[in-house]
């Protein structure tokens, strides 16, 4: 079993930036995979950006490409999400997700915490 807690959501205005944090325990030696996801008020949840544990190799969604990036610290068994220029649009709850071996999609998800984009 894998958990997984977010934190580092909060209100901030259009322009600024926040850092988003996903610290994973349990049997982390089993992920694959970690991504981010938000979803908005009325929206459907939608994938935002992940990183494979194994080489670092990173994949992001075309709204967020040359804004947010992704990272990891294996040693802490935590994946970051750094967001700058961040939009009204962003506004969302975040919710961090992990892949595990074997399994082929995300199956461990976090919590979520909230972003709050203000114009």
């Known amino acids: 079993q894998v958990q997984l807690v977010e934190s580092g959501g909060g209100s901030v205005q259009a322009g600024g930036s926040l850092r988003l944090s996903c610290a994973a325990s349990?049997?982390?030696?089993?992920?694959?995979?970690m991504g981010w996801f938000r979803q908005a008020p009325g929206k459907e949840r939608e994938f935002v950006a992940r990183i494979r544990r194994s080489d670092g190799n990173t994949y992001y969604a075309d709204s967020v490409k040359g804004r947010f990036t992704i990272s990891r610290d294996n040693a802490k068994n935590t994946v970051y999400l750094q967001m700058n220029s961040l939009k009204s649009e962003d506004t969302a709850v975040y919710y961090c997700a992990a892949v595990r071996d074997g399994m082929g999609q995300y199956d461990t998800w976090g919590q979520g915490t909230q972003v709050t984009v203000s114009s």
């Open positions: 349990g049997r982390t030696s089993s992920i694959f995979s």
